[in-house]
Protein backbone atom coordinates (compact mmCIF):
# COMPACT_ATOMS: atom_id res chain seq x y z
CA UNK A 1 0.00 0.00 0.00
CA UNK A 2 0.96 3.49 -0.55
CA UNK A 3 1.85 5.86 2.32
CA UNK A 4 0.39 9.39 1.43
CA UNK A 5 1.09 12.58 3.11
CA UNK A 6 -0.90 16.19 2.66
CA UNK A 7 -0.12 19.48 2.90
CA UNK A 8 -1.54 21.72 4.94
CA UNK A 9 -3.53 19.25 7.34
CA UNK A 10 -5.98 22.13 8.58
CA UNK A 11 -6.32 26.15 7.27
CA UNK A 12 -8.34 28.69 7.93
CA UNK A 13 -9.04 31.06 5.24
CA UNK A 14 -10.71 34.27 4.29
CA UNK A 15 -13.35 34.27 1.58
CA UNK A 16 -11.71 35.45 -1.93
CA UNK A 17 -8.38 33.87 -1.62
CA UNK A 18 -6.87 31.10 -2.79
CA UNK A 19 -5.20 27.29 -1.15
CA UNK A 20 -3.07 25.31 -2.67
CA UNK A 21 -3.08 21.84 -1.28
CA UNK A 22 -0.06 19.70 -1.47
CA UNK A 23 -0.14 15.57 -2.25
CA UNK A 24 3.12 13.01 -1.46
CA UNK A 25 3.11 9.37 -2.49
CA UNK A 26 6.26 7.60 -1.33
CA UNK A 27 5.85 5.87 -4.81
CA UNK A 28 5.29 6.47 -7.91
CA UNK A 29 1.56 6.22 -9.38
CA UNK A 30 0.33 6.60 -12.68
CA UNK A 31 -3.40 8.24 -11.30
CA UNK A 32 -3.74 10.50 -8.36
CA UNK A 33 -7.65 11.60 -7.56
CA UNK A 34 -8.98 14.60 -5.73
CA UNK A 35 -12.19 14.54 -3.74
CA UNK A 36 -14.13 16.67 -1.62
CA UNK A 37 -15.89 15.36 1.72
CA UNK A 38 -18.25 17.85 3.26
CA UNK A 39 -19.31 17.61 6.93
CA UNK A 40 -20.73 14.21 7.34
CA UNK A 41 -21.13 13.54 3.83
CA UNK A 42 -19.63 11.03 1.69
CA UNK A 43 -16.83 11.55 -1.17
CA UNK A 44 -17.39 13.53 -4.20
CA UNK A 45 -14.47 12.99 -6.94
CA UNK A 46 -13.45 16.44 -8.09
CA UNK A 47 -11.31 15.03 -11.02
CA UNK A 48 -8.32 12.60 -12.10
CA UNK A 49 -4.74 13.79 -12.25
CA UNK A 50 -2.89 12.12 -14.80
CA UNK A 51 1.12 12.69 -14.91
CA UNK A 52 1.67 14.36 -18.21
CA UNK A 53 -1.45 15.29 -19.23
CA UNK A 54 -4.39 17.70 -18.02
CA UNK A 55 -6.54 16.62 -15.10
CA UNK A 56 -9.67 15.27 -15.73
CA UNK A 57 -13.04 16.50 -14.13
CA UNK A 58 -16.00 15.46 -12.76
CA UNK A 59 -19.48 17.39 -13.68
CA UNK A 60 -19.53 20.23 -11.28
CA UNK A 61 -15.85 20.83 -10.77
CA UNK A 62 -13.73 23.02 -13.38
CA UNK A 63 -10.18 23.84 -13.86
CA UNK A 64 -10.69 27.56 -13.29
CA UNK A 65 -12.13 26.77 -9.34
CA UNK A 66 -9.88 23.86 -8.67
CA UNK A 67 -6.69 24.12 -10.80
CA UNK A 68 -4.58 20.82 -10.54
CA UNK A 69 -0.99 20.35 -11.02
CA UNK A 70 1.08 16.68 -11.60
CA UNK A 71 4.23 17.15 -12.12
CA UNK A 72 5.68 14.04 -11.37
CA UNK A 73 4.61 10.42 -10.69
CA UNK A 74 4.86 11.37 -6.81
CA UNK A 75 3.25 14.65 -6.37
CA UNK A 76 0.08 16.75 -7.42
CA UNK A 77 -1.37 19.81 -6.23
CA UNK A 78 -4.99 21.26 -5.62
CA UNK A 79 -5.48 24.68 -5.74
CA UNK A 80 -9.06 25.86 -4.09
CA UNK A 81 -9.67 29.29 -5.51
CA UNK A 82 -11.57 32.57 -4.95
CA UNK A 83 -12.73 30.52 -1.75
CA UNK A 84 -16.04 30.83 -0.26
CA UNK A 85 -17.61 29.60 2.96
CA UNK A 86 -19.17 27.08 0.44
CA UNK A 87 -15.63 25.35 -0.12
CA UNK A 88 -15.46 24.81 3.51
CA UNK A 89 -14.91 20.44 3.75
CA UNK A 90 -12.38 18.33 3.65
CA UNK A 91 -9.86 17.65 0.60
CA UNK A 92 -8.34 14.09 0.01
CA UNK A 93 -6.43 12.93 -2.37
CA UNK A 94 -5.76 9.26 -3.07
CA UNK A 95 -4.13 6.76 -5.58
CA UNK A 96 -5.11 3.62 -7.11
CA UNK A 97 -3.04 0.46 -5.80
CA UNK A 98 -3.47 -2.53 -7.09
CA UNK A 99 -6.80 -3.71 -8.77
CA UNK A 100 -8.03 -0.36 -8.69
CA UNK A 101 -7.87 -0.13 -4.93
CA UNK A 102 -7.81 3.25 -3.58
CA UNK A 103 -5.11 5.05 -0.90
CA UNK A 104 -5.92 7.76 0.68
CA UNK A 105 -4.40 10.83 2.40
CA UNK A 106 -5.10 12.03 5.64
CA UNK A 107 -6.98 15.37 4.37
CA UNK A 108 -6.96 18.94 4.26
CA UNK A 109 -9.76 20.23 6.75
CA UNK A 110 -10.41 23.79 5.30
CA UNK A 111 -12.63 26.25 6.94
CA UNK A 112 -13.64 29.47 4.96
CA UNK A 113 -14.37 32.52 6.70
CA UNK B 1 -25.08 10.16 -13.53
CA UNK B 2 -24.04 6.47 -11.91
CA UNK B 3 -24.85 6.46 -8.71
CA UNK B 4 -24.77 3.78 -5.48
CA UNK B 5 -27.55 4.01 -2.89
CA UNK B 6 -26.28 3.00 0.63
CA UNK B 7 -28.88 2.29 3.68
CA UNK B 8 -28.83 3.03 6.33
CA UNK B 9 -27.55 6.41 6.79
CA UNK B 10 -27.21 6.38 10.45
CA UNK B 11 -27.11 3.12 12.94
CA UNK B 12 -26.94 3.02 16.80
CA UNK B 13 -26.60 0.32 17.84
CA UNK B 14 -25.91 -1.22 21.82
CA UNK B 15 -22.56 -2.90 21.96
CA UNK B 16 -22.50 -6.30 20.90
CA UNK B 17 -25.46 -6.09 18.60
CA UNK B 18 -25.51 -6.97 15.14
CA UNK B 19 -24.85 -3.99 12.08
CA UNK B 20 -25.54 -4.24 8.13
CA UNK B 21 -25.50 -1.90 5.64
CA UNK B 22 -26.54 -1.79 2.32
CA UNK B 23 -25.32 -0.76 -1.20
CA UNK B 24 -27.62 -0.97 -4.36
CA UNK B 25 -26.62 0.07 -7.56
CA UNK B 26 -28.84 0.28 -10.86
CA UNK B 27 -26.02 -0.95 -13.56
CA UNK B 28 -24.09 -3.97 -13.01
CA UNK B 29 -20.55 -3.70 -11.58
CA UNK B 30 -17.30 -4.44 -12.30
CA UNK B 31 -16.42 -4.39 -8.82
CA UNK B 32 -17.51 -3.43 -5.10
CA UNK B 33 -15.04 -2.09 -2.39
CA UNK B 34 -15.55 -1.06 1.52
CA UNK B 35 -14.39 1.42 2.73
CA UNK B 36 -14.39 2.45 6.72
CA UNK B 37 -13.49 6.05 7.91
CA UNK B 38 -13.17 6.52 11.49
CA UNK B 39 -14.37 9.81 13.07
CA UNK B 40 -11.64 12.57 12.32
CA UNK B 41 -9.86 10.33 9.82
CA UNK B 42 -9.80 9.21 6.23
CA UNK B 43 -11.05 6.25 4.30
CA UNK B 44 -9.30 3.01 4.67
CA UNK B 45 -9.68 0.62 2.33
CA UNK B 46 -11.24 -2.41 4.16
CA UNK B 47 -12.22 -5.34 1.05
CA UNK B 48 -13.23 -5.75 -2.43
CA UNK B 49 -15.43 -7.89 -3.96
CA UNK B 50 -14.94 -9.26 -8.48
CA UNK B 51 -17.54 -12.06 -8.27
CA UNK B 52 -20.88 -12.97 -8.49
CA UNK B 53 -22.10 -14.22 -5.54
CA UNK B 54 -18.96 -13.06 -3.84
CA UNK B 55 -18.63 -13.86 -0.12
CA UNK B 56 -15.67 -12.71 2.24
CA UNK B 57 -14.69 -13.10 5.85
CA UNK B 58 -12.52 -10.65 7.98
CA UNK B 59 -12.96 -11.86 11.39
CA UNK B 60 -16.35 -10.30 13.17
CA UNK B 61 -17.34 -8.47 9.30
CA UNK B 62 -19.26 -10.31 6.11
CA UNK B 63 -19.28 -8.64 3.06
CA UNK B 64 -21.57 -9.78 0.23
CA UNK B 65 -21.81 -9.01 -3.89
CA UNK B 66 -25.26 -9.71 -5.37
CA UNK B 67 -25.80 -12.50 -7.96
CA UNK B 68 -26.35 -9.94 -10.64
CA UNK B 69 -23.61 -7.30 -9.10
CA UNK B 70 -25.51 -4.73 -8.21
CA UNK B 71 -25.88 -5.03 -4.54
CA UNK B 72 -23.91 -5.96 -1.63
CA UNK B 73 -24.08 -5.87 2.08
CA UNK B 74 -21.20 -5.09 5.12
CA UNK B 75 -22.46 -7.32 8.53
CA UNK B 76 -20.70 -6.69 11.11
CA UNK B 77 -21.43 -9.39 13.96
CA UNK B 78 -21.32 -8.17 17.27
CA UNK B 79 -20.02 -4.75 17.58
CA UNK B 80 -17.51 -3.43 19.54
CA UNK B 81 -16.88 -0.11 20.09
CA UNK B 82 -14.19 -0.14 18.06
CA UNK B 83 -16.38 -0.55 15.03
CA UNK B 84 -17.36 3.28 15.70
CA UNK B 85 -16.49 4.98 12.23
CA UNK B 86 -18.95 5.75 8.96
CA UNK B 87 -18.32 2.81 6.55
CA UNK B 88 -18.51 3.55 2.63
CA UNK B 89 -19.41 1.07 -0.42
CA UNK B 90 -17.48 2.32 -3.46
CA UNK B 91 -18.45 0.96 -6.80
CA UNK B 92 -16.72 0.84 -10.02
CA UNK B 93 -18.59 0.36 -13.02
CA UNK B 94 -18.33 -2.21 -15.59
CA UNK B 95 -16.75 -0.77 -19.30
CA UNK B 96 -15.41 2.06 -16.71
CA UNK B 97 -11.76 3.29 -18.93
CA UNK B 98 -10.53 5.39 -15.97
CA UNK B 99 -8.80 2.99 -14.36
CA UNK B 100 -9.45 3.44 -10.42
CA UNK B 101 -12.06 5.83 -10.97
CA UNK B 102 -14.79 4.86 -7.95
CA UNK B 103 -18.73 5.83 -7.21
CA UNK B 104 -18.94 6.18 -3.04
CA UNK B 105 -22.24 5.71 -1.67
CA UNK B 106 -23.37 7.99 1.17
CA UNK B 107 -21.89 5.97 4.08
CA UNK B 108 -22.84 4.44 6.99
CA UNK B 109 -22.85 6.21 10.22
CA UNK B 110 -22.35 3.55 12.98
CA UNK B 111 -22.09 4.34 16.70
CA UNK B 112 -21.90 1.52 19.32
CA UNK B 113 -23.16 2.14 22.93
CA UNK B 114 -21.30 0.69 25.47
Known amino acids: SAVISQKPSRDICQRGTSLTIQCQVD?????MFWYRQQPGQSLTLIAT?????????ESGFVIDKFPISRPNLTFSTLTVSNMSPEDSSIYLC??????????FGPGTRLLVL | GQQVMQIPQYQHVQEGEDFTTYCNSS?????IQWYKQRPGGHPVFLIQ?????EVKKQKRLTFQFGEAKKNSSLHITATQTTDVGTYFC??????????????FGQGTILTVHP
Open chain 1, 94 to 103: SVAGGSETQY
Open chain 1, 27 to 31: SQVTM
Open chain 1, 49 to 57: ANQGSEATY
Open chain 2, 27 to 31: TTLSN
Open chain 2, 49 to 53: LVKSG
Open chain 2, 90 to 103: AGRWAGGTSYGKLT
